[in-house]
Structure formats: structure tokens, C-alpha cells
């Protein structure tokens, strides 16, 4: 299991780097919704992966990240309900 937790930690740093590249080229923009999902879902990745290869300052950063997805997440969503 422990490979495994690996390769979804690895997949989860993926996503978040090519949340930011794609950003940083201009090819997805911080006000769309799949930005802050990609970061959501590398984050949790991460994060699973904690639960074997424990680590706080990683704990303490994915739960931040985490944080900051889901506040995009409900900006994006009060901006287009209303």
C-alpha cells in the first residue's frame, strides 16, 4: 500500500505543478473553477500520501492548500448563483 499512497502523492504534486504552469503561460486563468480543483485533488493526493510517509510542515502546507482551493471553489460559485 505503501507504493501506492506513493504514486498518489507523486500524481498530487503533478497536478498542483501544472496547475501553476499552466497559469504562469497564461493557459488557465485563477478564476476558473478546473484551477482550483487541480490544486484540490493535488493537495488531497498529497496529503493520502501522509498517512505513510508522514511529514508535519507537508501536513500543515496541503491543509493550507486545501483551504485555499475550497475558498476559490466558493468564490467562483457565489460570483455565478447570484
Known amino acids: 500500500m505503501a507504493l501506492v499512497a506513493n504514486i498518489i502523492?507523486?500524481?498530487?504534486?503533478f497536478l498542483?505543478?501544472?496547475?501553476?504552469?499552466?497559469?504562469?503561460?497564461?493557459?488557465?486563468?485563477?478564476e476558473e473553477k478546473r484551477y482550483h480543483l487541480l490544486n484540490l485533488f493535488g493537495a488531497l493526493g498529497i496529503l493520502f500520501s501522509?498517512?505513510?510517509?508522514?511529514?508535519?510542515?507537508?501536513?500543515i502546507m496541503e491543509t493550507a492548500w486545501i483551504s485555499v482551493s475550497l475558498y476559490g471553489l466558493w468564490k467562483i460559485r457565489r460570483s455565478t448563483s447570484g
Do not use: D, R
Open 9 to 13: 502523492g507523486v500524481t498530487g504534486a
Open 50 to 59: 501522509l498517512f505513510w510517509y508522514w511529514n508535519l510542515a507537508t501536513l
Open 16 to 30: 498542483i505543478l501544472l496547475a501553476y504552469f499552466l497559469l504562469a503561460i497564461g493557459k488557465m486563468s485563477s
